[in-house]
């Protein structure tokens, strides 16, 4: 065959295909117009007809974050005003209040304040609502919206508009930006700056740790410990994460991998079923203690994982109230000009036993959602309020108060330092205590 025939070969094979694809394209783009025909009408009758003229970008902008708006409250819109302290927030070296949000029965909620943090310290409580931020209120903003608004820098004032867990009543509080403890790696009896006593009960070999998120140093903070309860030798473990809203899921697979020596230990699912699995590995897991893990409604995201996939191995016996039900994978997408971004949820955790953590439409309808302890221990609001502040004082202690106890439920051990304040042995961890030493 010539050269040239070749070539009138190609042509017409191409001129096929184009002609083959033009209805489909055609239909397409039809699509196209009749879903942002409207948008592009709107733009022009309003920059045609308002009172004041439209220069800039606003119009196109506020259509982004309307769009982001209908997804879910974890996804948002990060505008090009917006990067450059969004990007310090990713590296740390940013200041913010403290707090780990998400949307409750449709009401941008408190999961849980980072302990000893600016939020926790000006009264901020899981459970709590947030109205509004600076007079804006939030009833049509996303997570990703209010996060925004609450960054800024160090020593600058937000002013939150709340209502408390179990009340009607909303008050205002203002919380001074500054930086967040990462300290999150705690006992249960504070013996001084930087110290811990994690001992619940010397004679029966019962530790305690309490984690209150899961940051950059987590993992290293806690191995630290767990080196030190390898050397005395105890013989169970209770792993508080009761008011963690989560963090880094890498520390929190991390953390399970103590505990497992194989198998999975959590995967992501996109809608087009791509599966990424995360499994553990034989070295240095510490697997010899008994593990009992608490829960509650504050307990979300990275701490879900851990109490979910310690459950689903049956590594661990879970006490406590079931967990607020958010786990989802979000990646930030940077358009073109890399001006703005995307904060988009592409995929949901999935658990060893195939359950899906995070709260959507389908598990909703079968209540099966979040973590569900194998031991369910509900705290009235009062004994939750009391938790917290508990903790509050304990992590802030300058001069260590008379510890107190809940009321009804005796203390098991006596303090080894009598100065030396403990958090509150409520219900749920006198439970967890009675399991660990049975």
Partial sequence: MSRRNL????????????????PRMAAEQDAVARSYGPLVEVD???????????????????????????????????GPEEMESFRRSTTGRFIGIGVEMGINHGRLTVIAPIEDGPAMRAGLRAGDVILAVDGKLTDDLTVSDVSGL??????????????????????????????????????FRHLGPGRWDYLLERDTGV?????????????????????ELRGIGIKALILDLRFNGGGLVSQAID???RFISEG?????????????????????????????????????????????????????????????GKGVVQHIIHLRDRSAALRLTVSYYTLPNGRVVHKTPANTATNNWGIIPDVEVVLTDEELEAVQESRRLVDGAVEYPTTQYASGVPATTAPTEPTAPSILVDRQLAKAIDIATR
């Avoid at 070539?7 to 083959?20: C, D, E, G, N, Q």
């Avoid at 087009?272 to 010899?288: K, P, T, W």
């Fill in 7 to 22: 070539i009138w070969i190609v042509v017409i094979i191409a001129i096929a295909l184009m002609f083959y694809r033009l």
């Fill in 264 to 324: 999975l230990i959590v995967s992501t699912v996109t809608r087009r079923q791509a599966v990424r699995e995360y499994r553990a590995h034989r070295e240095g897991s510490f697997c010899d203690a008994r593990l009992v893990v608490l829960v509650n409604g504050a307990s979300a995201s990275a701490a879900e994982i851990v109490a979910g996939a310690l459950q689903a191995h049956g590594r661990a016996t879970v006490v406590g109230s079931r967990s607020f």
């Fill in 150 to 187: 609450l960054r800024g820098p160090t020593g600058s004032a937000v002013e939150l508009t709340i209502r408390h867990r179990g009340s009607e009543e909303a008050r205002d509080i203002t919380v001074a930006r500054g930086p967040v403890s990462v300290h999150v790696v705690k006992g």
């Fill in 207 to 227: 530790a305690y740790i309490r984690v209150s998120s899961f940051q950059g140093n987590t993992i290293d903070d806690f191995d630290r410990v767990l080196d």
């Fill in 44 to 78: 022009t009758l309003i920059r045609q007809n308002y009172v004041e003229p439209i220069t800039d970008d606003r119009l196109v902008e506020g259509a982004v974050r309307g769009m982001m708006r209908q997804l879910d409250p974890y996804s948002g819109y990060i």
């Fill in 255 to 257: 953390m399970v991998d």
